[in-house]
């Protein structure tokens, strides 16, 4: 049976003559290419690992495909197991070589107790003015502080690699079942005191966050790489969800050869 591919691009960043070639190299190798995300085999990201969160979320998070990262450049992402430098390696690969997939997680979030977002990689939650944002945390229904700083973020295994790693967070297994906690610039002093470290919950545990209303009403809320200004935040809560997307899994390009080649 013939595979389809939908090629997700930003339109600013790739030409309609290199849209073209693609195109005609997928059609040569017996490919064929749907303007349809939500019907193709394959959905191909053109960009570095910021489209390729965008690509996700604009295609629904989809489980019954594998998505696949191709950078523009040599600059290989978290994401991106191709270049748009050597585009026939793609085709070439998905036609003759040994192709597997890794499932990568995702988390829910929910915003006032309303219908919830997936992320693939984290939410952050930010004071929006020149203020320390206070937050009660909770763990299903346990309480276990009053957080105060510039926010927190949590994060997927996955996403353990991004924002969270540059706050020294630690980086996880996607293996895992399992999500993450981290402060920002967090507050301590004789008169506030946080955990002050990374925080590892088990997929089966719910993340609660409530906003003391004390001026910071309005923060700002990241989900992946986009950031939403809501007014009247009260409360967020996020938990594993049994979804996963799928990438492409070459030989001897696993999650940690990935880690190696984006860090090291």
């Known amino acids: 049976m013939t595979s389809s591919i939908y090629f997700y691009y930003k339109k600013d ?6 849209l073209e070639l693609l195109e005609k190299l997928a059609i040569s190798y017996q490919f064929v290419v749907t303007k349809k995300s939500n019907v193709a085999d394959y959905i191909i990201c053109l960009g570095d690992d910021g489209v390729f969160l965008q690509s996700v979320r604009n295609t ?24 748009l430098e050597e585009p026939e390696t793609l085709f070439q690969t998905l036609t003759f070589a040994p192709v597997e997939t890794e499932q990568f997680p995702l988390v829910d979030v929910s915003i006032n107790d309303e219908v919830p977002f997936y992320c693939l990689n984290e939410v952050s939650i930010r004071s929006s003015i020149i203020k320390t944002i206070a937050i009660e945390v909770y763990i299903d229904n346990l309480y276990l502080e009053r957080f105060r700083g510039d926010g927190l973020i949590v994060s997927t295994p996955s996403g353990s690699t991004a924002y969270n790693k540059s706050l020294n967070g630690a980086i996880l297994d996607p293996t895992m079942p399992c ?10 002093n004789n008169d506030y005191r946080t955990l002050g470290t990374s925080l590892v919950l088990s997929h089966n545990k719910k993340l609660r966050l409530e906003i003391i209303q004390d001026g910071n ?6 989900l992946d790489n986009e950031a939403y200004a809501i007014r009247n935040i ?9 979804k ?21």
Request: charged content about 15%.
């Open 179 to 188: 999500f993450q906690m981290t402060e920002i610039a967090s507050l301590n």
């Open 60 to 83: 629904g998070f989809r489980e019954n495909c594998t998505y696949i990262g191709m950078s523009l450049t040599n600059a290989h992402g978290l994401y991106n197991d191709f270049s």
């Open 13 to 18: 960043h790739v030409t309609k003559e290199t």
């Open 244 to 264: 996963f997307i799928h990438l492409i899994k070459l030989p001897n390009n696993n999650y940690w050869e990935r880690i190696k080649r984006t860090f090291l």
């Open 234 to 242: 009260n409360n967020i809560s996020v938990q594993m969800t049994n």
């Open 217 to 222: 009403d309005h923060p700002i809320i990241g």
